[in-house]
DNA sequence: GGTTTAACTGAACGCTCGTTCGTTTCCAAT
DNA sequence: ATTGGAAACGAACGAGCGTTCAGTTAAACC
């Protein structure tokens, strides 16, 4: 399947991923054609097939390959300190990461509804695991008094809403770098889960 | 186009526009066929053709028409109060309206990439437009102390994206009504703004 | 009961879709 | 120089697409 030796151009298999990543987060999954897919990449439709077995699995192998990545980069931040400290680093690393990888991040969301049953299971499993690792944080921080919440599953559903709303409107170059985005929220997140008696000193 | 009386069954216009949110929310607009509309409806395709020019417009009208139902929602909320009261009825609001229409808020956030340009600036300058209420309550809540924000517009963003969130999971006879909802998010939206000195005491 | 008229049918248009597969190309090893 | 084999081509398949329109139906009015 690949040459020993990319001779004439970049490797085949890794543009159609670009292309097709880059195509359905501009139109969506159904109004892309394998024939533009294979024209972004400068080959014909047929070509296509050599790489993925079917349309629906090249956007499946998208989306897992996504949510793997977030999970990878989830597991590399470095663990401990108190919940404060790691509600703070997943705060961050959410925002930066999903900043770095808009197109990914819209169609992970946005093409839920265009994944066969089985695909659709599968990687709605590892969107679970991300929010579990959340949800624990906030346990955590319940139990140790640093937050004050009704509620922990519905707040992490809250806050990832809203840190992933940051994508929605993010355009690298705009009035805010990064670090003062990841300041503004952290802020709003850890005011709005803090115990009150802790909000101004966190820890 | 329209009959002095509906003798035989419900009008169609409407049924073909209910039919098409549901299918559109469903599967997405570009995946959803003008035959299976009319299926739903027990019509042949032609006969949509005598209720809208085309699918684009179809599509829009929808759109469209939630916006507006959206922001006359919001003009008819009792005005006036303190900032804190009017951020608080916002809040409500947002939730009860969005948790009430699934299909036409779906359909709004997620075919935006499915409008052609006219339509999508025009649906666009309507959200544009409900933002706008919302960060004028933060505004002037900053300007009576009552919330400390380092940016009204980001705040806006945050707080909308966090409260459409509740759309993603929320499904009527789950575990929470939705005034627990409501009231655990108000509780989130209050606490994340609220000027450190007034966090407790609202007012 | 005959006429009007709007609603709806159903066939047809040209086109694009996802996918298959026999053929051609061309690098790499002999 | 020849050969082996992977990569890509490009034509073809049946199906379905959005849309049009001449014709059919049936309720409403005189």
Same mark, same amino acid.
């Given at each position: 399947?690949?040459?020993?030796?990319?001779?004439?151009?970049?490797?085949?298999?890794?543009?159609?991923?670009?292309?097709? !990543?880059?195509? @359905?987060? *501009? /139109?969506?999954?159904?109004?892309?054609?394998? $024939?533009?897919? =294979?024209?972004? %990449?400068?080959?014909?439709?047929?070509?296509?097939?050599?790489?993925?077995?079917?349309?629906?699995?090249?956007?499946?192998?998208?989306?897992?390959?996504?949510?793997?990545?977030?999970?990878?980069?989830?597991?590399?931040?470095?663990?401990?300190?108190?919940?404060?400290?790691? !509600?703070?680093? @997943?705060? *961050? /690393?959410?925002?930066?990461?999903?900043?770095? $990888?808009?197109? =990914?991040?819209? %169609?992970?969301?946005?093409?839920?509804?265009?994944?066969?049953?089985?695909?659709?299971?599968?990687?709605?499993?590892?969107?679970?695991?991300?929010?579990?690792?959340?949800?624990?944080?906030?346990?955590?921080?319940?139990?140790?008094?640093?937050?004050?919440?009704?509620?922990?599953?519905?707040?992490?559903?809250?806050?990832?809403?809203?840190?992933?709303?940051?994508?929605?409107?993010?355009?690298?170059?705009?009035?805010?770098?990064?670090?003062?985005?990841?300041?503004?929220?952290?802020?709003?997140?850890?005011?709005?889960?803090?115990?009150?008696?802790?909000?101004?000193?966190?820890?």
């Amino acid at each position: 399947m690949s040459r020993t030796q990319g001779s004439r151009a970049e490797l085949t298999g890794p543009r159609i991923r670009a292309a097709a !990543l880059r195509l @359905f987060a *501009r /139109h969506g999954f159904a109004a892309v054609s394998m $024939r533009q897919i =294979a024209a972004e %990449v400068g080959v014909q439709a047929g070509t296509l097939y050599s790489y993925t077995p079917d349309k629906q699995s090249l956007l499946a192998s998208l989306m897992e390959g996504h949510m793997e990545e977030l999970l990878e980069a989830l597991a590399a931040l470095p663990a401990g300190g108190t919940p404060t400290e790691q !509600l703070e680093r @997943f705060t *961050r /690393h959410h925002i930066r990461f999903h900043a770095a $990888r808009p197109e =990914a991040v819209f %169609v992970a969301y946005m093409e839920l509804h265009s994944l066969e049953p089985d695909n659709f299971a599968r990687i709605e499993a590892l969107r679970g695991r991300y929010e579990d690792a959340l949800q624990q944080i906030l346990e955590d921080g319940c139990a140790t008094g640093a937050f004050a919440l009704p509620d922990t599953k519905l707040t992490t559903l809250a806050l990832i809403a809203m840190l992933t709303g940051v994508n929605t409107w993010f355009r690298e170059g705009g009035r805010l770098d990064l670090d003062g985005i990841e300041a503004i929220y952290w802020q709003l997140v850890q005011k709005a889960v803090a115990a009150p008696d802790t909000a101004r000193a966190p820890r």
